[in-house]
């Protein structure tokens, strides 16, 4: 039909125009919407929080464009999934004429939004063996305006198999088939945004809280066939989104935070599995359910026995039991705090000495710069730059000190490479430096003597002091694209924010040889005085460095 999505939609909202917010503008005078001409007092980034936002800021929708695979038009962006969530039922649903379907146990807030608009509820639960029953969810879908599933599913992390969505597309054309992405970003399948090309009635919604980190700043999207997103967009309040939470989507997607983020997923589902291969031995737990998402399900024979045990640790997880008996879930933490979990249900070590551990982001108007090191694993190490030799010293660095390093710069090398080496090396300081801690039990100190025809004399001291000395001279002045120059420059940024005496007296006929020694050099140092191998104790005679 000539007019859909609007024969679906509530007549009223086809029928009205859309709110006349400001639209994108660049340098104009704006005298149109009774602002205050003057910005807030002092308050840092504050310039322009006295003019309204853009309903949809511009560069952050071309930065989601980007991230979900799809044109800006395709996307509305809201205060978390929660709010496409309730802007689909107020388009869509008219109250005690409309239904909805949802197949519970499943993400609470579908009902919770159906019930505030006055939407018809039909339930078509899961199975026994938690899957979708595609008989039932087919024969119920011609009843209702708007069909809610979610994949992977909350509280049961299994996602939809088959062609359940597809063919609920097809046979109900004038439903709007949504499916709950929230966790997509941990599972190992493609999802259906690929889909929406496809079918004109297939909704998606995604969100930055979970595998971006961003629950506190409320950020999420819907992701259709345009014309449903200006449907959806009349409904949408006129300025949803805050200048501080458009900025800290920005800074929180920027290329060097999304290798931040890969290395957490990473992280995340190495962890999913431990955790679920730990809490399988426990006698609390009967059955897992196997998991797409950052969370584990599972069935307890003995609810009270496990609650009690977990809170005697002080280990909360969520309790569904009202949904379906014996049901709980427990998200996937941090190693550290998964390792207290799996003892909590009486599995893995009673005693955890935390593995040191540090994220730093790092953004300035020359580089984007972020870091991420495990002092107490040697693996991965992954670099980029956009430096060649650079990225192979600070692989080194790492392989030789013993800590994993991920490392991911975006600098001004069309300039040249003075700011990313300095920044670098000023951010990875201080990841270093967060990841010690209270240097309990650390060496302090440490020596070595490297290699091949040139010699290398390290000396480092964790002190909490920054200093650094540097004797050794260049036979050229560049390796490859790396000045010779900012050798000693690197160790006395980074001396600077580690806080650490560095000590550097180095011979040689290569320059490619003399700053390949320093580097390995500073690494063999660092590996006995970054090892915790002497007890509890700070190594000073003060009780703190």
Partial sequence: M????????????AAMSAYSARGASSGALHLDANESPYAPPPIKGAADYNRYPGQQPLALMARLADLYGVPANNIMLGRGADEAIDILLRTFCDAGKDSVLICPPTFGYFKTAAQIQGADIIEVPLTDDFTWDSKAVLTAAPDAKLIFLCSPNNPTGNIIEGDLIERLCQACPNSLIIVDEAY???????????????YRNLVITRTLSKAYGLAGVRAG????????????RKVLPPYPIPRPVERAVMAALSPAAMSLHNARLSELLSERSRLAEGMVKSEFVRHILPSEANFLAFLTHEPESMLRALNKRNVKIRDFRSKLPGLFRITVGLPDENTIALAA??????????????EVQRTTKETDISIRVNL???????IDTGLGFFDHMLEALAKHGGFSLRLKCAGDLHIDAHHTVEDCALALGLALKTAL??????????????????????AIDLSGRASMTFKGAFPSDHVGDFPAEMCPHFFESLAQTLGAAIQIDVEGDNTHHI???????????????????????????????
């Avoid at 997509?184 to 496809?198: A, H, I, N, P, R």
């Fill in 2 to 13: 000539s007019n859909w999505p609007d024969s679906i939609a509530r007549p009223a909202i």
């Fill in 184 to 198: 997509q970003e941990f599972s190992s399948t493609e999802g259906y945004v690929s889909k929406l090309e496809d």
């Fill in 221 to 232: 999207v819907a992701i259709a066939h345009s014309d449903i997103i200006a449907l959806m």
């Fill in 345 to 358: 249900f009486g599995v893995g070590q009673n005693e955890v000495k935390p593995q040191r551990v540090a």
């Fill in 376 to 382: 107490d694993e040697t693996a991965p190490i992954d």
């Fill in 437 to 458: 801690g209270d240097k309990a039990g650390i060496g302090r100190f440490g020596f070595v003597m490297p290699m091949d025809e040139t010699q290398a004399r390290v």
């Fill in 515 to 545: 700053i390949e020694a320093s580097f390995k050099g500073v690494a063999r140092a660092l590996r006995p005085a970054i090892s915790r191998s002497y007890g509890d104790a700070v190594p000073s005679t003060k009780g703190v460095l």
